[in-house]
T-cell receptor, first 107, second 115 residues
């Protein structure tokens, strides 16, 4: 199964943009790239997903490399509420969450 | 609020015992998924049901079983409990249950502590 690699942690200042990277060099043509996040003491929450083209929604943007071997989740203006663990997942057989990136947002 | 409900919120039991966790999916969702989240293993997929039938199986132990009822709620049964089964158990639901592009909506979880 294709795997993803994310940094263990990242830090951002409030109201600044955040770029969360994800490498998935063994991605296959039919793998959708999904991002979920998990706020403290809560269940995971869907953020965004895409296949080939960049995607935008009210929560974030997803930039997918042309070769699809990497992607970046962009939070345009981080708030304290965005502090969470962000998971990049190739949703094929099941959601294999891995460890994700723990995002710290400082005032 | 995702619309997925799980009961109980917390459960404390002893080794060797059996417990049942309950999940009600979002209205209209036919598929239910169970996940286990422990400190050392992260969030792991256990099993999926679609409209009452088992559709996919992950890292589910033989001591664990699940079912989905005609009203689409699901139960996860954990038996012969061990200390290592202490974890957060999440239920998620989706409309159809096709992994490729479908969003899963997660419940708030049940925290199980085995003493």
């Amino acid at each position: 199964d294709a795997k993803t690699t994310q940094p263990n942690s990242m830090e951002s200042n409030e109201e600044e943009p955040v770029h969360l990277p994800c490498n998935h060099s063994t991605i296959s043509g039919t793998d959708y790239i999904h991002w979920y996040r998990q706020l403290p003491s809560q269940g995971p929450e869907y953020v965004i997903h895409g296949l080939t083209s960049n995607v935008n929604n009210r929560m974030a943007s997803l930039a997918i490399a042309e070769d699809r071997k990497s992607s970046t989740l962009i939070l345009h203006r981080a708030t304290l509420r965005d502090a969470a663990v962000y998971y990049c997942i190739l949703q094929k057989q099941a959601l294999n969450f891995g460890k994700g990136t723990s995002l710290l947002v400082t005032p | 609020d995702s619309g997925v409900t799980q009961t109980p919120k917390h459960l404390i039991t002893a080794t060797g015992q059996r417990v049942t966790l309950r999940c009600s999916p979002r209205s209209g969702d036919l598929s239910v998924y169970w996940y286990q989240q422990s400190l050392d293993q992260g969030l792991q997929f256990l099993i999926q049901y679609y409209n009452g039938e088992e559709r996919a199986k992950g890292n589910i132990l033989e001591r664990f079983s699940a079912q989905q009822f005609p009203d689409l709620h699901s139960e996860l049964n954990l038996s012969s409990l061990e200390l290592g089964d202490s974890a957060l158990y999440f239920c998620a639901s989706s409309v159809e249950g096709y992994f490729l592009q479908e969003t899963q909506y997660f419940g708030p979880g049940t925290r199980l502590l085995v003493l």
